[in-house]
């Protein structure tokens, strides 16, 4: 599907071998480590990252009391793969001064760090001269932090501290946020995806998780698009709508400084309006420049962020988005139509200049809007010829958020958007 070719700037790039039409699988790879956030425990299964049903459906550790399971192949799964070093020390562990002073993405590192050395100290896993998961992971060019404190261990190790150092230095920049539809649930190490895919704020690729019972979760990277013969495969290590604050996390966490057209173009940026009706009157001329003011109206339109007019560039602020986004979410869930169609509709035309076609945000606000309108339907009983008009918007609302979400199709939790799409639509059918 790609092979690895040398970069000028970066280590090296993945490069299609061959024509890549959008929707198809580039890379599938299990995790070589994961964690489980803290806020998700108890809820998702520790193993394979699932929910639960119901209070009652996960089996909790007896040894640790921490960690829940599915069921016995669930526990049996991670128990071979790290938790037998770990289970008995936990609790002791966790209620360290050593541990209980950390913040809580230390404390994710901690846990993480304990995962991966419990793994390389019971398995043996490391051989330099081979592509084991582990073998790759040793390979990624660390992080870079020069000054290296170790976090806390839980496991015990057989591994030298020049060899946990090793492994820790190459945690932040190696590390990827495991979500389901863009809620996060875990982090995870996938040593062949972080050699093989650089970075992009415009990408052309996009992970996505499988959750199934006793696998731990596995990523699968996927084009959003058609990629040429000969074309680099990209993928955002940050949500490109982080307009402002992505560029100093690429030094920070990375180490690199992007140079991309989206990055280029964005300097500089003017201090947004404050204030609902300034932020809704700039919102509308960015709507009215996309052809939004009377709806949707399919295709959708994609611009770069060049194509913005001068006088609407303060639109990509972050503060800006931030206080659109609150705008719509609150006017949405409060029952206040107008204003949550307005604001909703300037927020589209918006991830149409941040994001690259296909991308699963604009797929899953899409549905948003649909859900909207659906309310706003069933709440104020509008007259034949508003209703009409209405649920013309959810159809199209509808049909364009499926065709976006199909291109990456099913993942992480069952009830996901895909799911909601074919729920509100037999309830508009009908």
Same mark, same amino acid.
């Given at each position: 599907m790609f092979r690895l070719e040398a970069?000028? *700037?970066?280590? %090296?790039?993945?490069?299609?071998?061959?024509?890549?039409?959008? $929707?198809?699988?580039?890379?599938?790879?299990?995790?070589?480590?994961?964690?489980?956030? %803290?806020?998700?425990?108890?809820?998702?299964?520790?193993?394979?990252?699932?929910?639960?049903? $119901?209070?009652?459906?996960?089996?909790r550790c007896t040894g640790c009391a921490s960690y829940w399971y599915c069921d016995a192949k669930c526990q049996t799964i991670q128990w071979q793969i790290n938790h037998k070093q770990i289970?008995?020390?936990?609790?002791?562990?966790?209620?360290?001064?050593?541990?209980?002073?950390?913040?809580?993405?230390?404390?994710?590192d901690a846990i993480l760090l304990s995962?991966? *050395?419990?793994?390389?100290?019971?398995?043996k896993l490391v051989n330099d001269e081979n592509n084991s998961p582990p073998a790759v992971f040793l390979s990624l060019l660390p992080g870079p932090l020069s000054d290296i404190r170790l976090p806390p261990l839980c496991a015990s190790s057989l591994l030298t501290e020049q060899r946990i150092q090793q492994l820790y230095s190459r945690f932040g920049n190696n590390n990827f946020v495991v979500h389901s539809h863009f809620t996060t649930v875990g982090h995870?190490?996938?040593p062949t995806a972080s050699r093989?895919?650089?970075?992009?704020?415009?990408?052309?690729?996009?992970?996505?998780?499988?959750?199934?019972?006793?696998?731990?979760?596995?990523?699968?990277? *996927?084009?959003l698009r058609d990629i040429a013969q000969g074309e680099e495969i990209c993928l955002p290590y940050l949500d490109p709508a982080l307009l402002q604050t992505r560029k100093q996390m690429l030094e920070f966490i990375y180490g690199f400084s992007c140079v991309c057209q989206s990055c280029l173009q964005l300097q500089p940026v003017p201090t947004p309006p404050s204030g609902e009706e300034a932020v809704l009157r700039l919102g509308k001329s960015l709507r009215d420049d996309l052809g939004l003011k009377d709806g949707i109206h399919p295709p959708l339109q994609y611009k770069g962020l060049g194509d913005l007019p001068v006088q609407l560039r303060s639109a990509l602020h972050e503060d800006y988005l931030t206080s659109l986004s609150e705008i719509f979410s609150k006017s949405s869930h409060e029952g206040?139509?107008?204003?949550?169609?307005?604001? $909703?509709?300037?927020?589209?035309?918006?991830?149409?200049?941040?994001?690259?076609?296909?991308?699963?945000?604009?797929?899953?606000?899409?549905l948003e809007l649909a859900k909207t309108?659906?309310?706003?339907?069933?709440?104020?009983?509008?007259?034949?010829?508003?209703?009409?008009?209405?649920?013309g918007q959810v159809k199209m609302a509808l049909s364009l958020a499926r065709g976006i979400l199909n291109i990456v199709g099913p993942e992480g939790d069952e009830d996901g958007p895909l799911h909601e799409i074919e729920t509100l639509q037999n309830l508009l059918d009908h």
């Open positions: 970069h000028p *700037v970066a280590r %090296s790039c993945a490069v299609a071998n061959s024509h890549i039409p959008a $929707g198809s699988s580039i890379l599938r790879e299990t995790s070589l480590a994961y964690v489980l956030l %803290s806020s998700q425990k108890g809820k998702r299964c520790d193993t394979c990252f699932r929910k639960s049903l $119901g209070a009652s459906t996960l089996k289970c008995k020390k936990y609790s002791r562990w966790i209620a360290s001064p050593e541990y209980q002073t950390l913040a809580e993405h230390e404390r994710m995962h991966l *050395v419990a793994q390389f100290s019971t398995n995870g190490i996938f093989s895919f650089n970075h992009s704020c415009l990408p052309n690729a996009a992970a996505k998780y499988h959750f199934t019972s006793a696998l731990p979760p596995v990523m699968e990277m *996927v084009a206040d139509y107008p204003l949550a169609n307005d604001s $909703g509709l300037i927020l589209l035309a918006l991830y149409t200049f941040i994001y690259p076609p296909n991308y699963p945000q604009i797929g899953i606000h899409l309108w659906w309310n706003e339907l069933v709440a104020s009983s509008p007259l034949p010829n508003k209703k009409h008009i209405i649920e």
